[in-house]
């Protein structure tokens, strides 16, 4: 699917995203579902995530290192 154009933001489907990021389309709805991801649902089954591909830093894991 070509990239969908919404009020100026450009995205990507799922697919595409967990292939950018080397994880699975399961772990992209996970990140999606968490807030972790920036996206949104298109309907009842399709999640569209936002170009550039931004991660919300979490909780968990170990902390970014600092510059």
């Given amino acids: 699917m070509a990239a969908l ?3 100026g933001f450009r995205t990507m489907s799922v697919a595409e995203a967990a292939e950018q990021l080397g994880i699975s389309p399961q772990a992209v709805r ?3 579902r968490s807030g972790l991801l920036h996206g949104f649902r298109l309907n009842q089954r399709e999640w569209r995530v936002m170009k550039p591909l931004t991660r919300v830093e979490g909780r968990r894991g170990p ?4 510059r």
């Fill in 30 to 32: 996970r990140l999606l």
């Fill in 63 to 66: 902390k970014p290192e600092k």
């Fill in 5 to 7: 154009i919404i009020e």
